[in-house]
């Protein structure tokens, strides 16, 4: 039988560390307030005219094929997860495309938000299952600190998020030992206005307006008290359902990595699950939110420090506007 598993990953980060201090001088903040109420201490921005959404996303798949052992022109297929796309249309997994000596293989957009690395996986795994393809490469990658106003009115979003990319190779393999063993993915999308960025949308005829960027709607809005409700909830809900369909319990979780929202989510979601610290990877603190790329980022962090171990059971989870959750249970 065809299975799947990650054969090889990388990440990029600009070179720009933007600390707590800094965005001092540009709202009413401080670190010890960002540090309480997220984790965060640093957070990384894009450099205009040397990064992109796809061109970091080329530079973390640079590194995840060389782990890999493969080359561009092995790789069948892209999923490119971003909420943040170089251009409207058309989307940044063709703009990846173009980036390295692929082939003209498919590449195909996710747009899941925070949830996007695991729905990649999971497109990823049931390609090479079915047999279609035998290397797909699943990337997640934002620059998002130039939505974000660095003012005093959107201070509890600009101080969350940051800039980065994470790339993984999922590759075909008979070995049982060493595959993804399943996925999960939900949506609630009645609670799509609790976390969202409005405007510029489809559903004025001006799509850009001076009355909006009064109002403010052009900024991200998050329900703050809605979100880290809903998230402590599915956060377990999803690593449960993933050790249920495999029949596990948390016992046999070796590494936890959840999307990189809140370290206080992360926290609740780790006592919660009754699991000990060693057990739950956090690099939030370095990195702040980086959406669709928070995973795969800490995923190779652990693999470059020889955390993950042959046949260790590792689960990714994640929950984000939608809203979305996911979990995906693999062995490595």
């Not at 039988?1 to 720009?16: C, D, H, K, N, W």
């Not at 390609?127 to 600190?145: A, P, R």
């Not at 652990?302 to 996911?326: N, P, Q």
Request: charged content about 25%; some cysteine.
């Amino acid at each position: 039988m065809t299975y799947s598993r990650i054969a090889g990953l990388g990440f990029y980060v600009p070179e720009t560390m933007v600390t707590n201090h800094d965005l001092e001088k540009y709202m009413d903040t401080s670190d010890e307030w960002i540090r309480e109420r997220s984790g965060i201490e640093t957070r990384h921005f894009f450099t205009e005219g040397k990064d992109t959404v796809s061109k970091m996303g080329a530079r973390a798949s640079e590194v995840a094929m060389e782990k890999a052992g493969v080359t561009p022109e092995e790789i069948d297929f892209i999923v490119f997860a971003t909420l943040s796309p170089d251009y409207n249309f058309p989307g940044s997994g063709v703009l990846l495309q173009r980036e390295l000596p692929f082939r003209n293989i498919g590449a195909l957009d996710v747009r899941t938000q925070c949830t996007g690395f695991i729905y990649g996986l999971s497109v990823a795994d049931q390609f090479i299952k079915s047999g279609m393809y035998k290397n797909v490469l699943v990337v997640g990658s934002e620059i998002q600190s130039n939505i974000l106003e660095k003012s005093t009115r959107n201070r509890d979003f600009a101080v969350l998020f940051g800039d980065g990319a994470g790339a993984a190779v999922v590759q075909a393999t008979d070995n049982e030992d060493s595959r993804i063993l399943s996925t999960h993915l939900h949506s609630e999308g009645k609670y799509a206005e609790d976390l969202l960025l409005e405007h510029p949308g489809s559903n004025l005829k001006d799509r850009m307006s001076t009355k909006i960027i009064e109002e403010g709607k052009h900024l991200p809005y998050m329900k703050g008290s809605a979100v880290f409700k809903h998230a402590v909830t599915r956060f377990p809900e999803a690593i449960n359902e993933a050790l249920d369909a495999n029949n596990m319990t948390k016992d046999d979780i070796d590494m936890l990595v959840p999307h990189q929202a809140n370290l206080r989510i992360s926290e609740a979601v780790r006592r919660k699950m009754g699991l000990d610290e060693d057990k739950v990877y956090n690099n939030i603190q370095r990195y702040g939110n980086t959406t669709a790329a928070t995973i795969p980022i800490a995923l190779s962090e652990l693999d470059e420090a020889g955390r993950l171990e042959k046949g260790d059971v590792i689960c990714l989870a994640a929950f984000g506007s939608g809203f979305t959750w996911a979990s995906c249970l693999l062995k490595w």
